[in-house]
């Protein structure tokens, strides 16, 4: 079983729908949580990231954690075809070293998403 | 301000030969990461380096290897290439101070064919 489980769609919805985009967990040390948007033949962005659980909302973006359930989400409100890209979910625990340095990330597989117009 | 960039943005290369892919970030970041990407298992670590003189091993390092002389470039190295090995690779670059999450920054990416 892997890690961290991301369904791959594709999912395909008409433009101003609400999207929402899901992973599961198995790790319980995890304790950040981001989202990523990568348009094709372009490398990932960071889209949000939230520290344990709860919510926490950028314009139409809302993400969510929920750790007793190892369950992550993000919803995109009034969804538009600028949003037609792969969303990857990533979590990660602590920092490499114990005087801090990089952090391992895990990361979905991926959700591929069009918003048609 | 360039951020990270990655060079070649892609290659064909024949099976045996050596290849090394490289990655220069100017935001004067420690922390800098090799991924590569496939259809199907999303995003995995080869090797990282926390700051300039250190290394270490990611999820999937066998048949890779990186050095870090400066802060700025990060170079990886397919000593004796595969086709296993063709895939999209990026690199990746976060402050890396604490212990606390540090956004990690993407190159646009290396495509990579081995034959």
């Known amino acids: 079983q892997k890690e961290v489980e991301q369904d791959p769609g594709p999912l395909s919805v008409p433009e101003g729908a609400i999207v929402s985009l899901n992973c599961t967990y198995s790790?319980?040390?995890?304790?950040?949580f981001m989202w990523y948007r990568q348009y094709s033949r372009k490398g990932p962005e960071l889209l949000m990231y939230?520290?344990?659980?709860g919510n926490k909302e950028d314009g139409r973006f809302t993400a969510q954690v929920d750790k007793s359930s190892k369950y992550i989400s993000l919803f995109i409100r009034d969804s538009q075809p600028s949003d037609s890209a792969t969303y990857l979910c990533?979590?990660?625990?602590?920092?490499f070293g114990r005087g801090g340095g990089g952090n391992k990330l895990t990361f979905g597989t991926g959700t591929q998403l069009k918003v048609e117009l | 301000i360039a951020g990270i960039t990655q060079a070649p943005t892609s290659q064909i290369l024949a099976a045996g030969r050596r290849m090394t892919l490289r990655c220069t970030q100017d935001m004067r970041h420690n922390a800098m990461y090799w991924y590569r990407q496939d259809l199907g298992l999303g995003l995995r670590l080869i090797h990282y380096s926390n700051t300039a003189g250190t290394t270490g091993k990611g999820e999937v390092p066998d048949g890779y290897s990186v050095s870090r002389a400066n802060t700025d470039d990060f170079p990886l190295t397919l000593a004796s290439a595969v086709p296993s090995q063709t895939s999209v690779y990026f690199c990746a670059s976060s402050v890396g101070k604490g212990q606390q999450y540090n956004e990690q920054f993407f190159g646009p990416g290396t495509r990579l064919t081995v034959l």
């Open positions: 990533a979590m990660s625990a602590l920092s």
């Open positions: 939230t520290y344990s659980s």
């Open positions: 790790n319980s040390a995890f304790q950040y």
